[in-house]
């Protein structure tokens, strides 16, 4: 009796095996059906695409940003999900917050960094060299490192990719000394062209992906951001709370 129990078990296993290997492939092919519908009708790029935190809804990352769609691909909503139960958490930006850490890892050797001497935080900053804001907080880089804040700038030249601004920062990511050309680019300085392989257009892309509609745009350490200019205190502030 205990032979033909251990037995039926077995079988009942490979069942559900079966069921689950079968369950896994129709999902995966209605993933891709919805996005092939979506990349061949929209001409959007499609990273990735999984169920969204709401029944009845799939979540797809493009580089245009983050997007729920149904799950035949119909109709495409562009939104923002709370957690009315969890305290009107916002759940898109949780999401958004992780795609941006993990994105960020793809930049660590191709970023401007002002490191703190003493150093308590990190800052990941899309810059425009062009933008007034921009050009005001890197004028008072020095009171943010001197309160332990190290700034690393990704470039986000706002004209896009067949601008000058994208020539420009090009040019200040390839210079000997980026770092010196970035201080002589936000002072308003002529910049020497230079041209060499760089991830400016990459660090452009991966900003529209994530949001990035202006500069600057300040990801905090877990993935928040600051869409905008922050004095040196209130950023302080602002990485205190969060930290």
């Keep these: 009796m205990k032979k033909w129990t251990k037995i039926s078990n077995i079988i009942a296993g490979l069942v559900l095996s079966v069921s689950y290997t079968a369950s896994a492939a129709d999902e995966t092919a209605e993933y891709e059906q919805v996005k092939s519908k979506i990349e061949n009708t929209l001409r959007m790029q499609i990273s990735s695409i999984g169920d969204a935190p709401i029944s009845g809804l799939l ?12 799950t ?10 709370f957690d009315v139960e969890d305290g ?8 958004l917050g992780k795609v941006r850490i993990d994105g960020l890892k793809t930049f660590e050797n191709d ?9 308590k935080y990190v800052v990941n900053v899309f810059t425009d060299i062009t ?3 921009c050009r005001k907080l890197h004028n008072q880089m020095d009171e943010y490192n001197n309160l332990g804040i190290t700034v690393r700038y990704l470039a986000f030249p706002r004209a896009g990719l067949n601008s000058e601004s994208y020539n420009d920062m090009v040019s200040v990511w390839c210079a000997d000394n980026p770092q ?5 680019a936000k002072a308003g300085a002529n910049i020497a062209s230079k041209n060499c392989s ?3 257009a990459e660090q452009y892309v991966f900003g529209q992906q994530i949001g990035v509609g202006g500069t600057p745009n300040i990801i905090l350490p877990d993935g928040s ?7 040196p205190s209130k950023l302080e502030e602002a990485l205190k709370d969060i930290l």
């Design 88 to 95: 009107m958490r916002n759940v898109t930006e949780d999401t």
């Design 225 to 231: 951001v600051i869409p905008g200019y922050q004095p």
């Design 180 to 184: 010196k050309a970035m201080d002589n």
């Design 131 to 133: 933008c007034g804001y």
């Design 72 to 81: 035949d691909g119909k109709y495409l909503l562009q939104a923002r999900i």
């Design 111 to 119: 970023l401007i960094e002002y490191k703190a001497k003493d150093e």
């Design 198 to 200: 760089t991830k400016v």
């Design 59 to 70: 979540q797809i990352l493009t580089e245009r940003g983050l997007f729920y769609t149904s």
